[in-house]
């Protein structure tokens, strides 16, 4: 049996595993925009990178650094599992680091400038509803399915979860405080306006905080041990 991974190991597959996600979202959604004008095949073609991408992640860095890939999801897992608290701000640290070097990269993937802010304003009462239903989904499928014992069908419901929220929710479900600040950095498909992020930040903290207490209700700990 393997020791835990150390702190440093777990901090580089969060930055390396947001990083990698990023790449697949922002070029994605690039490669998308070179193929086609038609908005619902580009839509089309990001959410099945983004879900293959997702699904496989978890799948790689699960084992070392929980694949959380997700500031929501680190603060969630303090207060839902063994999480520690010690952990939580490195952990935002790697995975919004790794973010925005996977918008570069992305950018520069497509002969784009390395850095160009977005300029796809996403506001409104809706987008920000929006954001805080994907947000309490997202937690939803993680953590219910977690406590039921079926551990290993997360990375599939998530990627699924993800991927449909692409197409039901009007922000299109970035449902990640980390992505949201490396998608204000390409001015491309995936983008999001800087000036939108904060309010996008703030429903998902908002979504958060609600998903904590329906899990807290429906699945409390104690029912599991």
Known sequence: MTSKPTLVRRLAAEALGTMLLI???????????????????QLLANSGATVGALISLILMFGWVSGAHFNPVVTI??????????????PYVI?????????????NLMFDLDAITLSTKIRTGSNIWLSEAVATI??????????????????????????????????????????????RSLTNTFAGIAPESVPMFIL?????????????????????NQ
């Open 203 to 223: 429903m998902q903290l908002v979504g958060l905080v609600i998903a904590l207490v329906i899990i807290n209700f429906i699945a409390p700990q104690t029912d």
């Open 94 to 106: 790697a995975q919004t680091v790794g973010g925005c070097i996977g918008t570069v990269i992305a």
């Open 137 to 182: 989904g997202l937690l939803l499928v993680i953590f219910l399915i977690s406590r039921s014992g079926r551990t290993s069908a997360v990375p599939f419901a998530v990627g699924v979860w993800i991927g449909g929220a692409y197409w039901f929710t009007s922000s299109t479900s970035l449902a990640n405080p980390a992505v949201t600040l490396a």
């Open 23 to 41: 790449i697949a979202v922002v070029g994605s959604g690039v490669m998308a925009t070179n193929l086609t004008q038609d908005v619902g095949l």
């Open 76 to 89: 969630a897992a303090k207060f839902l599992d063994d999480f520690t608290s010690r952990d939580i701000v």
